[in-house]
């Protein structure tokens, strides 16, 4: 008999979470290993075990966990690197990484990996139809296409051309749809990029519609996805296609219609009057739409954390206080809270600024935002800005400027100012969250590489990553 999943992993880490509970027992459970295919759906608990362990793969270091927000952080103009380590994104950081680049090639293999466990754990799910109950059925599948989607999204941003350039008419990914325990199936030609956009919103259309409005507590509602967090990452991947129109539609479904803004539905997302509330113990504040929870048990790995790179302690990179860094820019105020609170201006280990958003100390075990009431706003206001209301872009815009800088004054902005402002705001707001390179690329903009010492434009190789080496290897049909 089989192994289920070709023993993928599914069980293999316990995450932050459970239906009914916010106790941290489930961090520290020992997995259920090597469980057939006949018996990993006979209880409920172990279908919730695997549930748990799509987010275990997502979350992983050389993901979601770390180097995926590094690497599209320190591939722009607002971070120097002070270390030349290699090991820590040197070669990207330089905008000389290849195909070989083992680091870039994990974001490929974890990437499938999750989609993989998803594929298989959707079909396990509908061959085992009396496993758990109908409505726990509709949640486990939406929290399945959510991460499939969330997953497929990112790698389409690295590892092909951005959306706007032809319309999604290049050469995107593989689509794997189907649950794999062998190689035997390997070999699959890539998907245009528009038709894995078409799939990763049918996922997320579907996630919508089957999971939960919220959970039982406000650990759950940030660690776990509910219908509020699939409506957020499609205003994401929206924003990626330039259809401003349909951003604002999904966005409307969370954002009320004036300030304050806030969600009225669901999960009362807001943002949160101090900032760094956000980045603080328990992480759970309602600005979080949706973040990977670590702990001691299963941090993200030895130089794979976001605090590794960027905390005040360690220094791998430091903020570029240069004519093009973030850290000097005039929308950036001395008297703003992400300047006061979130870095400093000098430490031990460098005479140069730091974030101190992720301010834990090693194993570094901040939990990892990766969707924040923040950017739907942003998102909405840029959207807006674009092809919609621009008073009331303005309006989005202040809030998350205002709640940090409360005396700032934007004024009366043309519609090419009020978009500069609110794609500088990105940059404030989202400093160390892995937002730099993709805001860059969605636009079809050059990217201001400072390692590389130079302005990458669309056309050059290096604007995005190279199919990975790997790949190559194993797929005969990925070139074709």
């Known amino acids: 008999m089989k192994l289920f999943t070709n023993k993928i992993g599914i069980l293999s880490i316990a995450l932050a979470m459970t239906v009914s509970s916010c106790n941290k027992e489930f961090l520290n459970a020992v997995p259920e290993l090597d469980l057939s295919d006949a018996t ?141 325990t062998s190689s035997a199936n390997n070999a699959l030609a890539r998907s245009s990029v528009a038709q894995i956009y078409d799939q990763i919103l049918k996922d997320l259309n579907e996630a919508e519609a089957e999971l939960p409005d919220s959970y039982s507590s406000a650990l759950l509602n940030t660690t776990r996805a509910h219908k509020n967090s699939a409506i957020a990452l499609k205003t994401r991947v929206l924003l990626a296609k330039a259809d401003y129109a349909g951003v604002i539609t999904e966005a409307n479904k969370i954002v009320s219609a004036t300030a304050p803004f806030r969600a009225t539905a669901r999960v009362a997302h807001a943002l949160q009057a101090d900032v760094s509330a956000v980045f603080k113990a328990p992480y759970t504040t309602t600005e979080s739409i949706f973040s990977f929870p670590m702990d001691a048990t299963n941090a993200p790995g030895t130089q794979n954390q976001l605090g590794y790179y960027f905390n005040a302690g360690n220094v791998e990179y430091y903020l570029n206080t240069g004519a093009t860094g973030i850290y000097s820019q005039a929308q950036f105020r ?84 009020l978009i500069k402002a609110i794609l500088m705001e990105r940059r404030i707001e989202f400093i160390a969250e892995g937002f730099r390179a993709n805001d860059v690329l969605r636009r079809g903009e050059p990217l201001n590489s400072f390692g590389a010492g130079a302005v990458i434009q669309s056309s050059d190789p290096r604007y995005i990553y190279g199919i990975p080496l790997t790949e190559i290897q194993t797929n005969p049909a990925i070139g074709k």
């Open 40 to 180: 990993v759906f006979n209880t409920p608990a172990r279908v919730l075990s695997q549930v748990n362990g799509l987010y275990g793969s997502a979350k992983s270091g050389s993901l979601f966990g770390g180097r995926y927000l590094i690497y599209n952080d320190i591939r722009g103009e607002d971070w120097v690197n002070r270390t030349t380590n290699s090991v820590t994104g040197y070669s990207t950081y330089q905008g000389n990484q290849d195909p070989s680049d083992s680091y870039l090639a994990n974001f490929w293999v974890v990437g499938y990996s999750t989609i993989n466990r998803a594929n298989l754990f959707l079909e396990g799910l509908a061959a085992n139809p009396t496993a758990v109950s109908s409505t726990l059925a509709a949640n486990y599948r939406g929290e399945a296409k959510f991460l499939r989607a969330l997953t497929y999204f990112s790698l389409v941003q690295y590892f092909a051309k951005p959306f706007i350039l032809d319309k999604g008419a290049s050469a995107g990914l593989p689509l794997r749809l189907k649950g794999e």
């Open 334 to 417: 001395a008297s703003d809270d992400r300047k006061t609170k979130l870095t400093v201006a000098k430490t031990a280990v460098a005479n140069f600024p730091s974030s101190t958003k992720f301010s834990g100390v090693n194993p570094y075990i901040d939990y990892v935002p990766n969707i924040r009431y923040a950017e739907v706003l942003l998102n909405l206001a840029e959207a807006e800005a674009e092809a919609g209301n621009a008073t009331r872009a303005l309006a989005l815009l202040t809030a998350v400027h205002k709640r940090s800088d409360a005396s700032y004054d934007f004024g009366t902005l043309a519609k090419a100012d």
